[in-house]
Nanobody, 127 residues
Framework: QVQLVESGGGLVQAGGSLRLSCAASGRTFGNLAMGWFRQAPGKEREFAASISWTGMTTFYDGSVEGRFTISRDNAKNTMYLQMNSLKSEDTAVYYC????????????????????WGQGTQVTVSS
């Protein structure tokens, strides 16, 4: 089992930036496909971005593409989400997720493909 801990959330004005971090332990980080999902109040948890275990392949939801950048540092067992040009609709709890092993391209965006989840970090964007 993988333990995941998110950090970096907070309150920011629209147009601002935040960087989220996800620290992983318990399994070899380099063998994990990773993702960020988010859940706004009253809504389902939805895909935001994901990254392959090598970091060479990334996927984004259309709502964040061009504004968010996902990355990972396998030496530090940490994944990041750089969020720029934040909008009020980005307000949500952001969750880090991990899958041990590889995923097909279509699975990277599926919540059910990930077996380990963090507790989440709140991001609030004020307009």
């Amino acid at each position: 089992q993988v333990q995941l801990v998110e950090s970096g959330g907070g309150l920011v004005q629209a147009g601002g930036s935040l960087r989220l971090s996800c620290a992983a332990s318990g399994r070899t980080f380099g063998n994990l496909a990773m993702g960020w999902f988010r859940q706004a109040p009253g809504k389902e948890r939805e895909f935001a971005a994901s990254i392959s275990w090598t970091g060479m392949t990334t996927f984004y939801d259309g709502s964040v593409e061009g504004r968010f950048t996902i990355s990972r540092d396998n030496a530090k067992n940490t994944m990041y989400l750089q969020m720029n040009s934040l909008k009020s609709e980005d307000t949500a709890v952001y969750y880090c997720a991990a899958h041990f092993g590889s995923l097909s391209a279509s699975d990277y965006k599926e919540r059910s493909a990930y077996e380990s989840w963090g507790q989440g970090t709140q991001v609030t964007v004020s307009s």
